[in-house]
């Protein structure tokens, strides 16, 4: 006796299924961007026990796994320590093309923040110094730091 499955052609349909969604930050993210949104500031957090600052903020600590607890206010300004500039325009990107993915060291943290750049790209290389600007309506997004310029 033979199963059915058996005797059935295997077909695949091609398609595309669309799930709009939404999903919570969480309370140190939420925390992160309603300071974005409500007082352009940009804030991170330390470490109890090996002081490392993270921006953004992270529930717990990379290195040692401990609950993070300490608020930090972080400069607006700091110093890329690398960067992508990217010309070809794809689907979705943050901007239109020509622009930089920066990885940026704010003054006060340890670890790089990643942002945009969007002026003066002939002028951007490592080591230079580059400060937030917000735009003007803010959402509690991470695109209310609408880009970092050069100082
Ligand atoms: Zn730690």
């Known amino acids: 006796m033979s199963d059915w499955i058996d005797q059935v052609e295997p077909l695949t349909l091609k398609g595309q299924i669309k799930i709009p969604c939404n999903w919570s930050v969480g309370e140190v993210g939420s925390r992160f961007l309603v300071s974005l949104r409500d007082?352009?500031?940009?804030?991170?957090?330390?470490?109890?026990?090996?002081?490392?600052v993270y921006v953004p903020p992270r529930m717990n600590c990379g290195k040692c796994f401990?609950?993070?607890?300490?608020?930090?206010d972080l400069s607006p300004e700091g110093i890329?320590?690398?960067?992508?500039v990217v010309r070809f325009a794809y689907p979705l990107q943050p901007a239109e093309p020509p622009y930089a993915f920066a990885l940026i060291k704010l003054d006060g943290a340890h670890v790089g923040f990643l942002h945009i750049i969007k002026e003066d790209l002939d002028r951007l290389k490592k080591g230079v110094r580059v400060r937030a600007r917000f735009a003007e309506k803010r959402t509690g997004h991470?695109?209310?730091?609408?880009?970092?310029?050069?100082?």
């Open 39 to 52: 007082d352009q500031k940009i804030i991170g957090n330390r470490c109890g026990q090996c002081k490392t």
């Open 142 to 151: 991470i695109k209310d730091i609408e880009e970092f310029t050069i100082v």
């Open 80 to 84: 890329v320590e690398a960067f992508t």
């Open 66 to 72: 401990k609950r993070i607890n300490d608020w930090v």
